[in-house]
């Protein structure tokens, strides 16, 4: 299987070792500067969206009729021999990859040119960790998206691809193992002839990895991704995937240097306490997720009736027309799991306030459909505004009905998707599961304060696995004070 990549690592530099030197501030649409001549991404996304003025979308798809798309042209220093050069910059979108940018540099001093793809994709909130048992061939067929900041790793062979070794590459996970084959042989003739003990210990590793794609016994593949925009592909879907687990998480202060942002360990100012938040919708600049413009956020503290507060956060982009909210539970954890069944059967249930928190799966039985933790983030919506997201979220995947499905998948994602659409105009009866570990969601009971007969809530007390994704395991809220630091 043949690999897709942009922007493939030259032989010379596929086994070359990472360097530990990276940029120092890394704005959340790219890196911080550009080999194409001295031009950093920052002022050349400032001299794009000048150039652009106000005809829409900052990164538009690359189209051959789109006539106003077009490269823009910065004076920039030549790093050869340090003269005024061009620099053509052209911001597009590539399906799944997102934002990029490509640059071509070229000096008519000395003819020094360069050129190059910079990922311009917005780093997700939290860091991915997609653990795949691989038992069967087809797996091995399963497409990938990994990106430069990805770690790859194989436990059963104690073999990783460490993050920014390679470029952002979709491919497969067999294109994975010959890309590493690749770059192991690549030196084999000069190390047979420099050190033949080590070049046969590589030679012997290299035929495991080899083996590995027969499948003759199942492994572990593990894709771990701090900025959260790798992918691995279930083909179940909609179904919910036995052997993929997909696991989101908090980066740590490491992994946030690594990754150049900045600001996300300094400390909280204490709010003014005349400060009433509750009559308040405070705004905030961040960038579009659609188009990567600049947007205003608008965020403001709700109490839900016969619930809990919640806060809700709201955006709406001037350029591309894009709007998104999403909800942040302003609690606590609760000390006990939620699981919420409604029978739907009649078209006014979809009318129901519904709140989705990160952490609360969904699924709907008879469709045999489920929505893991993490997935559209927050929402409060109504139960019709979930279900529409839920399939706008299956068409947007070019995976299942994109150029990149096949014609028996795409027939079974669109019978899926008319029995959501039948369910959602009331023609088709069915129960929508909400189950919340941390209890932090909520749908609405429309005969409050009465008992629904439709709605059941249940409270369970959470299994170790669900306590260990909710990071509750380690954490000790009781007789902190008398523990000492550890190592002292």
Request: charged fraction near 30%.
């Amino acid at each position: 299987m043949g690999d897709r990549a942009w922007g493939e690592p030259s032989p010379a530099s596929r086994d070359r070792p990472a360097s530990r030197d990276r940029p120092a501030s890394r704005d959340r649409a790219g890196a911080a500067g550009s080999s194409s001549g001295g031009i950093g991404i920052m002022s050349a996304l400032g001299a794009v969206e000048a150039a652009r003025g106000s005809r829409g979308s900052l990164f538009r798809p690359l189209s051959a009729e789109d006539g106003e798309q077009r490269p823009a042209e910065i004076e920039s220093l030549c790093m050869n021999c340090f003269r005024n050069g061009v620099t053509r910059l052209l911001l597009t979108r590539i399906p799944f990859f997102k934002e990029i940018i490509v640059s071509s540099f070229a000096c008519d001093s000395c003819s020094w040119s360069n050129t190059e793809i910079q990922s311009a994709g917005r780093i997700q909130e939290q860091g991915v960790r997609y653990t795949l048992a691989v038992t069967s061939r087809q797996d091995m067929n399963r497409e990938v998206v990994k990106t430069d900041c990805a770690t790859a790793q194989i436990p059963e062979l104690d073999f990783e691809i460490p993050a920014f070794t390679q470029k952002g590459v979709l491919t497969t996970i067999e294109g994975i193992i010959d890309r590493a084959v690749a770059g192991l042989e690549q030196d084999q003739p000069v190390r047979r002839a420099t050190d033949e003990e080590v070049a046969s210990k590589i030679d012997e590793f290299i035929s495991k990895l080899k083996q590995l794609k027969e499948v003759h016994s199942s492994f572990t593949f593990i894709i771990d991704d701090p900025s959260g925009n790798s992918f691995v592909e279930n083909p179940h879907a909609p179904q919910k995937d036995d052997a993929l687990v997909v696991t989101r998480y908090r980066r740590t202060p490491q992994q946030a240097a690594m990754l150049g942002l900045e600001g996300e360990e300094l400390d909280e100012k204490a709010a003014d306490p005349a400060e009433d938040l509750r009559n308040e919708v405070l705004q905030f600049n961040t960038n579009c997720p659609e188009c990567n413009a600049p947007a205003n956020t608008n965020m403001k503290l709700v109490q839900i009736p016969h619930f809990k507060e919640v806060i809700i956060m709201a955006t709406n982009c001037d350029s591309c027309g894009h709007r998104t909210n999403e909800v942040k539970s302003g609690g606590a954890i609760e000390p006990q799991g939620t699981r919420i069944t409604l029978r739907i059967t009649d078209p006014s249930d979809m009318t129901r306030d519904i709140l989705k928190s990160e952490t609360c799966s969904v699924e709907i039985p008879e469709l045999e459909f489920e929505l893991g933790m993490g997935a559209l983030g927050g929402k409060f919506t109504t139960l019709e505004g979930l279900l529409k997201d839920i399939r706008e979220l299956v068409e947007r995947n070019p995976f299942t009905l994109g150029d990149s499905s096949t014609p028996s998948k795409t027939e079974k994602l669109q019978e899926f998707i008319g029995k959501l659409c039948e369910i959602t105009e009331g023609k088709r009866k069915a129960h929508f599961i909400m189950d919340d570990p941390a209890g932090n969601s909520y749908l609405q009971n429309v005969y409050a304060p009465e008992e629904d007969p439709e709605l059941k809530v249940e409270r369970y007390e959470r299994t170790s696995e669900q306590n260990e994704e909710l990071g509750l395991n380690d954490m000790r809220t009781e007789g902190y004070e008398s523990q000492g630091a550890p190592g002292r």
